[in-house]
């Protein structure tokens, strides 16, 4: 099958890369979320070593640039740093002998939780048949089925996820004191982890402090943001770090040219958001797209990959 992607993707300088990006590797499918469990995530890892070449995002980029890519040039990289990405993808990644990018916002570690995960997490353990959250101007909703719970979570996560990062602090602070369930303290990584992650040859990138959207939060803010997440990640590997993901990652929507610029200042060496497409040698290094493919058979898979190869990179 590897001679379909070589069509699209030949080596050397008319090669096009793909950038495949997760998230969680759960050990057992969430039927909340939607979250795959390790055994889609390993399924996918096999079509992908089966048909395209893995390479270190960091070689990478560099070969992209001066034309030496190989044929089915692909990437592998996990945003956020939650813990289950050394507990269960670690493993995985050294049985098929490949490197992955690990995006760590570093202000979660050892102990931390994103605010997504607070509102994921109190909904899931919230108890009756209803929640009431109008006292919040957030509605009430029905909970007592697991297809009632998601759409209250759908609903709540595309309510919040835009406004101002003070007013959504505030507004996931007041939803998880009214629905007061104990929440987890162990879904990011500890220290310890990066460092794990680190000593196995896997790529430590930047993701912020914080994970904030960029282009909700004032320069001075995004600046510190960026520079100090990097800070933290290189104290704990003792290595310098050189790539970034941008928080949520969408082109013009969740980032602007000036957070690209800021990203370069900084002394990163290349950036990835979440447009899909695969980048090619005239593509802009730190504006890199990535996509996932879902389907759940090695033909469905590589055929979408494809065809995420045809997509127009998306810049700002």
Same mark, same amino acid.
């Given at each position: 099958? #590897? ?97 992955a990018t690990f995006f760590i916002a570093s202000g979660f570690l050892d102990g931390g ?45 595309? #309510?919040? #996820? ?11 602070? #007041? ?40 282009a909700s939060i004032d320069d001075a803010t995004a600046r510190m943001e960026i520079t ?64 996932t493919p879902w389907d759940n058979s090695e033909l469905f898979y590589v055929l979408r ?12």
């Amino acid at each position: 099958m #590897k001679i379909l992607p070589s069509l699209f993707s030949p080596a050397g300088q008319n090669a096009r890369l793909s950038i495949v990006i997760h998230h969680r590797v759960l050990p057992e499918p969430d039927l909340l979320t939607g979250e795959g469990g390790v055994t889609q995530f390993e399924k996918g890892l096999g079509y992908l070593t089966n048909n395209f070449n893995i390479l270190p995002l960091s070689e990478a980029v560099n070969r992209l640039g001066n034309g030496t890519l190989p044929a089915r040039a692909a990437c592998i990289t996990f945003d956020d740093g939650y813990a289950d990405n050394a507990e269960v993808a670690l493993p995985l990644l050294q049985k098929y002998g490949v490197t992955a990018t690990f995006f760590i916002a570093s202000g979660f570690l050892d102990g931390g939780r994103m605010w997504n995960d607070t509102v994921i997490e109190s909904v899931r353990f919230a108890r009756g048949d209803k929640l009431d959250l109008s006292m919040i101007d957030l509605g009430t909703h029905a909970i007592a089925t697991l297809e009632q719970k998601q759409e209250t979570l759908t609903f709540l996560i595309n #309510k919040l #996820k835009y406004l101002p990062h003070e007013t959504r602090a505030s507004q996931v602070e #007041k939803l998880s004191a009214i629905i007061s369930a104990e929440l987890p303290d162990n879904l990011m990584m500890t220290s310890v982890q990066v460092r794990q992650l680190h000593d196995a040859g896997m790529e430590i990138g930047g993701h912020t402090v914080t994970h904030p959207i960029l282009a909700s939060i004032d320069d001075a803010t995004a600046r510190m943001e960026i520079t100090e997440g990097k800070a933290r990640l290189e104290a704990i590997t003792g290595a310098q770090v050189r790539l970034f993901a941008y928080p949520n990652g969408k082109p013009g929507k969740d980032y602007l040219p000036a957070h690209v610029k800021m990203i370069k200042d900084a002394g990163f060496e290349a950036a990835v958001s979440t447009a899909w497409g695969a980048a090619r040698q005239n593509s802009d290094m730190f504006q890199l797209p990535r996509f996932t493919p879902w389907d759940n058979s090695e033909l469905f898979y590589v055929l979408r990959m494809m065809r995420n190869m045809k997509q127009a990179i998306q810049v700002v």
